[in-house]
T-cell receptor, first 113, second 114 residues
Framework: GENVEQHPSTLSVQEGDSAVIKCTYS??????FPWYKQELGKGPQLIID?????GEKKDQRIAVTLNKTAKHFSLHITETQPEDSAVYFC????????????FGQGTTLQVKP | DAGVIQSPRHEVTEMGQEVTLRCKPI?????LFWYRQTMMRGLELLIY????????DSGMPEDRFSAKMPNASFSTLKIQPSEPRDSAVYFC????????????FGPGTRLTVL
């Protein structure tokens, strides 16, 4: 069945360093790849997304890259700040022409001051 | 806009009791999703509605779980009878349209079944 693998499960960086989280997906028909940030006690919130007709997208300190051939996509956070500490989820969707998303297992990012 | 509203925020119940979780999506969002989140299994999609019609309920664990969407502004997820293994955080999310789009999550309901 459809599957999204996310690595690493935990990531600790010093403030100001970069953080990279990687995901692979199994369904080659997927065409929508969002990233969500979940803070403690809250629901996930979209931080950036990319569609399959684009290879890279950037929004200030956050960027996402997509390699459709290899079926993987990555989240890059530069100049990390303590408030970036949270759980990050990748997801893949669009293959069944429905709104269904398959989520990765999540990455707990800790940014040390 | 108030965002997605879920109630209750916390629910503690005893095994065997009926539990009803409620969700009000953002106005105009015609797709609605119920998810369950646990440490072991992560975020699991339980059921997905579009225009109040269930499209995919393959994630519903078993017959003890049921969901309804009587109108565009309200949905319920019911567990009857509840079991300790149902303890989790349950999220409702909504999006526009029928295809893959941004999903807006509610704050979740933390369910504990003793």
């Amino acid at each position: 069945g459809e599957n999204v693998e996310q690595h690493p499960s935990t990531l600790s960086v010093q403030e100001g360093d970069s953080a990279v989280i990687k995901c692979t997906y199994s369904d080659s028909a997927s065409n929508y790849f969002p990233w969500y940030k979940q803070e403690l006690g809250k629901g996930p919130q979209l931080i950036i997304d990319i569609r399959s007709n684009v290879g890279e997208k950037k929004d200030q300190r956050i960027a996402v890259t997509l390699n459709k051939t290899a079926k993987h996509f990555s989240l890059h956070i530069t100049e990390t700040q303590p408030e970036d500490s949270a759980v990050y989820f990748c997801a893949a969707g669009g293959s069944s022409n429905t709104g269904k998303l398959i989520f990765g297992q999540g990455t707990t990012l800790q940014v040390k001051p | 806009d108030a965002g997605v509203i879920q109630s209750p925020r916390h629910e503690v119940t005893e095994m065997g009791q009926e539990v009803t979780l409620r969700c009000k999506p953002i106005s105009g969002h015609n797709s609605l999703f119920w998810y369950r989140q646990t440490m072991m299994r992560g975020l699991e999609l339980l059921i997905y509605f579009n225009n109040n019609v269930p499209i995919d309920d393959s994630g519903m664990p078993e017959d003890r779980f049921s969901a309804k969407m009587p109108n565009a502004s309200f949905s319920t997820l019911k567990i009857q009878p509840s079991e300790p293994r149902d303890s989790a955080v349950y999220f409702c999310a909504g999006s526009r349209g029928h295809g893959a789009n941004t999903q807006y999550f509610g704050p979740g309901t933390r369910l504990t079944v003793l």
